[in-house]
């Protein structure tokens, strides 16, 4: 029974993930299917690639304005939301609806929005007086546009994560906070945070490694790299290297590049937001 | 983490002891609707737009500064985007590949999950672990060598027995379907459901000469409903918006999906807006309205996950 899924697993995930790490050092010639190893020659042909170097430091730039911002909003409203109210179940659907729908669509809208001068997000700047850039065609401006439509698309999950983790703490602790007279906003600092530390080491490393991999909305609003490359990202370097220049060795070279990112970033995580035994 | 006490939506925690002035009670509590009611439009607002724009006609698109509602609701967009790009061919291609994906995730996971929680042999946890390991790996981790994968199938697609010579899976359905017709995820969900299961069910199947996958078949299986409904609308949703992989290995405009060919008639007719919001109108409320119904499998799935 458990036969095909294994060699499932095995052949098309397995296998995969070993012949990234091998590919790497190789030069695969994918017309003759040659197969040459090659050493570090792949990792050195990248790191002299300007393009790759500016995309490492997007995509580390739309992670660290992603992720904290999109978790510092997440989490109040999941505070907000733990309030017993009718209408919670709709604010919650509401906020959860960009993360159901698909990113290439969604995003499609969002480039309609952002258009300069007929989009409606210059629109509405425009009645606060405010002469909003050109946005998406802008090399200043791409990347904050994709920074705020990735923010907006990755709240609902956040907020859905941190709601389940208030709705099981234990209710005495806010008993016992509300006759010491600590105001609202108190317990939240004081005993809220810290008890969804474990809560936010869940949410931080499924964040980071969703923003780390964040590609359609990239590839959507800001096609080849955006304007002057100004927003080319890891993800759509790989795409590029290995689907448009179809150098596999180097494409791999650059996915064990983001692995390393990943499981650095993990290790950091969980140093910063406690012990393993904390974890879910 | 309970997900039955999150569908209920609240808890009483937050509410203040009835010894306040029910005057600030109120007024917090205008506050707190008002705040949650900006953010929750600010939320919609993008796909009310889509569908707003889907409506508008040309020299009402065209007009600057733009109107809020269209100034003659035009529904005939939707049936002159479908003959102007092949948004039905898409549409149709989106829908058997999600509905591919979730049968075999379903029949595979269960058969899977099943094993590791009910059928004890050697080097279980072992292969429970490695499951859980593969949960774990990055997409960009894998996904070059699955193309090629998928190109070097041998026989298919012109290939020899080596796998060359010919474009393997490469456009075709077997290549948009077999890859990703099952999820690690959907294994892990249905072994904790299956393990929940309590034993003397199983015990009594035995005695009454059930083999192991009559167990399975008739009598786990119908117990873990709730499992079925998770696992299967989250593999339709992420396999109906999934882009990069059909975007890798599909050129074929016949074998596109929805959101593949949503992309290429954007790039291809960059200032279509009405269509192209009616084309994205189709693509996500099919995907809005099943969540609406079924928010609760959804939730359920996604805080136990919280990756697509």
Request: charged letters at 15%.
């Amino acid at each position: 029974m458990l036969a095909p899924s294994v060699i499932h697993l095995v052949w098309w995930i397995g296998i995969p993930v070993a012949a990234t790490f091998v590919l790497a050092f190789t030069d695969y010639d994918i017309l003759a299917g040659t197969v040459e190893f090659n050493g570090l020659d792949n990792f050195r042909e990248i790191f002299s690639d300007e393009t790759w170097n500016a995309s490492i430091w997007h995509t580390v730039v739309f992670t660290f304005f992603t992720v904290p911002v999109a978790m510092a909003i997440a989490v109040v409203l999941a505070v907000l939301l733990n309030v017993k109210m009718r209408a919670a179940v709709w604010y919650r659907t509401a906020v959860f609806m960009p993360h159901v729908t698909a990113t290439v669509a969604i995003a499609l809208v969002w480039m309609w929005m952002f258009e300069p001068r007929l989009g409606v997000v210059n629109t509405m700047l425009g009645w606060v007086g405010i002469d909003g850039p050109t946005w998406l065609a802008d090399p200043d401006w791409a990347l904050t546009a994709v920074i705020i439509v990735s923010i907006w698309k990755g709240i609902g999950i956040k907020m859905l994560i941190y709601l389940a983790a208030l709705q099981a703490m234990p209710e005495d602790v806010y008993e016992a906070a509300r006759i010491d007279g600590a105001s609202q906003i108190q317990q939240f600092f004081a005993i809220t945070l810290p008890l969804l530390k474990p809560a936010t080491f869940f949410v931080l490393v499924v964040s980071i490694i969703d923003s780390f991999q964040a590609f359609d909305q990239l590839y959507v609003l800001t096609p080849d790299g955006g304007p002057g490359n100004s927003t080319t990202v890891m993800t759509y370097e790989i795409y590029r290297t290995a689907f448009k220049e179809f150098n596999m060795g180097a494409a791999c070279a650059q996915s064990v590049v983001l692995f390393a990112f990943l499981l650095v970033l993990m290790l950091i995580s969980r140093r910063l937001t406690g012990k393993e035994e904390d974890v879910r | 983490m309970s997900a039955e006490k999150l569908l209920q939506g609240d808890t009483d925690r937050g509410t203040r002891p009835a010894n306040r002035i029910p005057l600030a009670r109120l007024l917090r509590r205008t506050a707190l609707h008002l705040v949650l009611a900006t953010v929750s439009l600010a939320m919609v607002l993008p796909f009310l737009w889509m569908i707003i724009t889907s409506l508008k006609t040309d020299p009402d698109l065209a007009s600057y500064p733009p109107n809020l509602l269209p100034q003659v609701w035009d529904w005939d967009n939707y049936s002159e985007a479908l003959e102007y790009a092949p948004f039905g061919t898409y549409f149709k291609n989106s829908l058997l590949i999600s509905f591919g994906h979730t049968a075999f995730n379903l029949v595979l996971a269960s058969t899977a999950g099943y094993a590791l929680a009910r059928v004890p042999f050697r080097g279980r946890t072992l292969v429970f672990m490695v499951v859980l390991a593969t949960m774990m790996i990055p997409t960009y981790t894998k996904i070059v060598p699955q193309y090629l994968i998928a190109k070097g199938i041998p026989f298919f697609g012109g290939n020899d027995y080596l796998g060359q010579g010919g474009h393997g899976w490469l456009d075709s359905w077997w290549g948009l379907i077999v890859p990703g017709a099952l999820t690690p995820f959907a294994i892990f969900l249905f072994r904790q459901f299956y393990l929940s299961l309590p034993r003397e069910l199983e015990e009594a199947a035995r005695i009454d000469g059930m083999g192991e996958f009559g167990i399975y078949a008739r009598v786990m299986t119908p117990l873990v409903k709730p499992a079925i409904a998770t696992v299967g609308l989250l593999t339709f949703e992420s396999s109906w918006n999934n882009f990069l992989w059909p975007l890798i290995i599909t050129s074929d405009t016949n074998l596109r999906v929805i959101q593949v060919g949503l992309s290429t008639f954007q790039q291809a007719d960059q200032n279509a807006w009405a269509y192209l919001m009616a084309g994205t109108t189709l693509a996500t409320i099919p995907m809005v309205v099943l969540f609406l119904f079924t928010q609760r499998y959804f939730v359920q799935g996604f805080a136990r996950s919280g990756i697509k």
